[in-house]
């Protein structure tokens, strides 16, 4: 059973424009969430994380928003480059420990 | 920096032959690594966690006797697939995680099965 899920496996945004990309989880225990970058051939690659205490985190261009009540959390980029595109991992977390990740979205930025 | 090192990338071979795959924490000493499969347009799976000096917790369905997971030192954890077959080609991606650290993945092993 997924636990956690992100329902679009693509989304296409114009260079400069606000990429969102959304992510659902079951579990209301998970406690920590993060967001990972993925390109072709490699492993992911840490982008951002937030804790259940927040609702917020913003680093640089990527803000993650965190909604409890609806086991929800999105991650905002802008402005959106050509080199963000990848493929977008989120990924739950109970106490550090096991974590359960999305089946990514893939992000292509047009230039 | 790379944090993790896993190696082979890349490994072709035949049905029957068993592969060794590599990962190496770099830059601290790591008790707990973890061994992931992804298959194609679905999430990474956690096959296994592998513990410095104890046997290695399985998840649900990997078959440990297939999936060996050695981890003698606290900077390196091996993943052997024995007896590999076609159905066993994936891409494996092990990661490291320090104390409440987010985790640190190695590039991956794309493995393809003859």
């Known amino acids: 059973d997924q636990q956690v899920k992100q329902n679009s496996p693509s989304l296409s945004v114009q260079e400069g424009r606000i990429s969102i990309l959304n992510c659902d989880y079951t579990?209301?225990?998970?406690?920590?969430f993060l967001w990972y970058k993925k390109y072709p051939a490699e492993g992911p690659t840490f982008l951002i994380s937030?804790?259940?205490?927040?609702d917020k985190n913003e680093d640089g261009r990527f803000t993650v928003f965190l909604n409890k009540s609806a086991k929800h959390l999105s991650l905002h980029i802008v402005p959106s480059q050509p080199g963000d595109s990848a493929v977008y991992f989120c990924?739950?977390?109970?106490?550090?420990?096991?974590?359960?990740f999305g089946t990514g979205t893939s992000l292509t930025v047009i230039p | 920096g790379a944090v993790v090192s896993q190696h082979p990338s890349r490994v072709i071979c035949k049905s029957g032959t068993s592969v060794k795959i590599e990962c190496r924490s770099l830059?601290?000493?790591?008790?707990?690594m973890f061994w992931y499969r992804q298959f194609p347009k679905k999430s990474l799976m956690l096959m296994a966690t592998?513990?410095?000096?104890?046997?290695?917790?399985?998840e649900q369905g990997v078959e440990k006797d297939k999936f060996l997971i050695n981890h003698a030192s606290l900077t390196l954890s091996t993943l052997t697939v024995t007896s590999a077959h076609p159905e066993d080609s994936s891409f494996y991606i092990c990661?490291?995680?320090?104390?409440?650290?987010?985790?640190?993945f190695g590039d991956g092993t794309r493995l393809s099965i003859l």
């Open positions: 990661s490291v995680m320090g104390n409440n650290q987010p985790q640190h």
């Open positions: 579990n209301s225990m998970f406690d920590y």
């Open positions: 937030i804790s259940s205490i927040k």
């Open positions: 990924a739950a977390s109970l106490t550090g420990n096991q974590f359960y």
């Open positions: 830059d601290f000493q790591a008790t707990t």
């Open positions: 592998s513990n410095e000096g104890s046997k290695a917790t399985y």
